[in-house]
């Protein structure tokens, strides 16, 4: 499969689909000058427990405060 065809499966764009080539979440080879996605590998993305977004920082208690038992 070719990057635009993994970013319409996927409901994202090319420069995502790169992004997670490059990040090496995604395995693909370089062809000419498109990347290519096995079917195998792409199903197998598909199947990761992905969130959307960035990841949340939860505010956390200083070391020194914690509350008396």
Known sequence: ???????????????????????????????????LIRRSDFEQFQRLDRKRGRPRKTAQPPAGDAPAP
Request: glycine share 8%; proline share 3%.
């Open 1 to 35: 499969m070719r990057t635009e065809e993994v970013a319409v499966a996927l409901g994202v764009s090319k420069t995502i689909v790169w992004r997670q080539i490059t990040a090496g979440r995604l395995p693909a080879e370089k062809f000419g000058r498109d990347w």
